[in-house]
């Protein structure tokens, strides 16, 4: 491994679902600095991989090669994480991967918003995670001040012209009502009219607590946030 290669903690090799309407191989970018009460890839949190599925390539030159081997055969790839965002490597990986004739998709938190920013032109589409209130992102994330990097990420998605979704994951001992009604109002301000909704998942998740907590959507707040956002879907909970 190059001193400055993307470091990888695994991967997907093929995905129906991660970057919509292409066939995609997903790349789970180390390290997070984030800490989600509900992440359910907590391994992924360091910056240096401690396991790594067997199966998959473990250096981004092994990344590489295997999507040499894969050109026709996927429409693209998704760098995820953890936070991709998080490696300054990041914009030089995706500019070999888009060399290799893939499309490109990120699913981030936005927590880097200058780096989000510059890799934004090189975006096919990007999944973007609205995490609570922009006031209340700490109480979620851990972490101070992640709400206004946020904000600042959603502005700079929705002025790029790139396809998005904006995706918050619900527990509501996490986000109460009042919570979704305020990001349903936000994101009516910022003229967004889809909005995805995902229950939260116990798969993975290292917070007992939570995972032991009730957690579904009731339907009718559901209806009562498309009075504000038009569109939007409700991933259950498997
Ligand atoms: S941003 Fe994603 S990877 Fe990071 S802690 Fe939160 S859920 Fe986990």
Not at 114 to 123: C, F, T
Request: charged residues 20%.
């Amino acid at each position: 491994m190059k001193r400055n290669d993307l470091v990888l903690g695994g991967m997907t090799p093929l995905s129906t679902l991660d970057f919509p309407g292409r066939l995609s191989a997903v790349l789970y970018a180390q390290g997070c600095p984030l800490r989600c009460r509900y992440c359910h890839n907590p391994e992924l949190w360091p910056m240096r991989a401690t396991t790594q599925q067997t199966s998959a390539p473990r250096t981004w030159t092994e990344a590489v090669a295997w999507l040499h081997r894969r050109r026709g055969l996927l429409d693209g790839v998704v760098f995820s994480g953890g936070e991709a965002t998080a490696q300054p490597a990041l914009a030089d990986a995706m500019m070999q991967v888009r060399a290799l004739g893939f499309q490109i998709a990120l699913h981030t938190a936005g927590i880097y918003p200058k780096r989000l920013e510059q890799i934004l032109p090189m975006l096919d589409w990007i999944g973007l995670d609205i995490k609570a209130p922009f006031d209340r992102y700490a109480d979620v994330t851990g972490v101070p001040g992640s709400g206004d990097k946020a904000r600042s990420s959603l502005a700079a998605v929705l002025s790029s012209g790139v396809e998005y979704e904006l995706r918050t994951t619900v527990h509501s001992h996490l986000l109460t009502a009042d919570d979704l009604l305020h990001i349903a109002k936000t994101l009516q301000s910022y003229g967004v009219r889809r909005w995805a909704l995902q229950e939260f998942r116990t798969q993975g998740c290292g917070d007992a607590e939570l995972s032991k907590l009730p957690s579904a959507l009731d339907p009718a707040l559901v209806s009562r946030l498309r009075e504000w956002v038009p569109d939007i879907a409700v991933r259950v909970a498997a």
